[in-house]
């Protein structure tokens, strides 16, 4: 692990050493955690707090559920800025890196800096997790960083109208455990493909693919069709991260490191 933490801080320290580059895997993140929970309150702020029994049958069932247990005003807030806005949070750490993860192979190639790498006194398999590692501690930091954000704004705008609002364990155990395990799937699987293209934009554009599950996702979340709990965060926490381990256990056997050079 010593020699993969080892590459790991030098394509950290190589990504900070361009503040273009910074600035691109930042700015989005940030911009999406001021501007989200602001588009809420504003949306929220026009719809009465009284639902009739006519409107409350074409609602999602997961706010139905809500409504039951909590008051209108509160379930409308709680559903808004809990329910619809994690998938997105899920979706922030794959969106914000996946310049880095497509660089993270197919780069040293370009470079031709990829035979330099392979002469290292490592194993593959600790040069695809140190390569895995270097955009995933970025991802997390970008978006453990703008939760704070999203949620400093959560709360003060949802104290304005007298509702009290905070992450609750399902937000946690999502930030803390799901969006490590989903973002080490991830950029490993990027990282996989970067490594058996030809080049980064090649790369690039088969990495976008990923998107596609967790916008799903997110699109079943807001639509109420998949409500957050704590037993579906650990379970597809286990899942992704049973992804990250076999890609790990598998690149270095498919891997060919003369074609690695030549490509």
């Avoid at 719809?47 to 409350?56: N, R």
């Avoid at 509160?74 to 949070?89: H, N, R």
């Avoid at 960083?145 to 009290?164: E, K, Q, R």
């Avoid at 905070?166 to 999502?174: E, F, G, R, T, Y």
Wanted: net charge positive; glycine share 4%; hydrophobic share 55%.
């Amino acid at each position: 692990m010593n020699s993969a933490l080892s590459i790991a801080a030098k394509d950290i320290r190589e990504y900070f050493s361009s503040k273009a580059l910074v600035f691109s895997v930042v700015a989005l993140p940030l911009l999406i955690s001021v501007t989200v929970p602001s588009f809420i309150a504003t949306l929220l702020s026009s719809i009465p707090t009284q639902i009739s029994p006519q409107v409350t049958q074409f609602l999602p069932q997961v706010l139905k559920h809500a409504l039951l247990t909590m008051g209108p005003k509160q379930a409308l807030y709680w559903y808004m800025f809990s329910v619809v806005t994690l998938p997105i949070f899920l979706l922030l750490p794959i969106t914000s890196v996946i310049v880095l993860a497509s660089d993270s192979f197919a780069g040293e190639k370009e470079r031709k800096t990829i035979e330099t790498l392979l002469s290292e006194p490592i194993s593959l398999t600790e040069l695809f997790i140190g390569k895995t590692l270097a955009p995933s501690v970025v991802a997390l930091c970008v978006t453990w960083i703008s939760s704070i954000f999203y949620w400093s704004l959560a709360t003060h705008f949802a104290s304005l109208v007298g509702v009290s609002l905070k992450p609750d364990l399902v937000w946690l155990s999502a930030l803390l455990v799901l969006v490590p395990c989903i973002t080490l799937a991830n950029v490993g699987f990027v990282a996989w493909i970067s490594s058996f293209s030809r080049g980064f934009k090649e790369s690039q554009q088969l990495s976008g693919l990923l998107i596609i599950p967790v916008a799903t996702l997110t699109l079943l979340s807001a639509s109420g069709n998949l409500a957050p709990s704590l037993s579906l965060n650990l379970l597809m926490s286990v899942a992704y991260f049973g992804f990250f381990v076999l890609l790990s256990l598998l690149w270095p056997k498919l891997v060919n490191t003369s074609r690695l050079i030549e490509s």
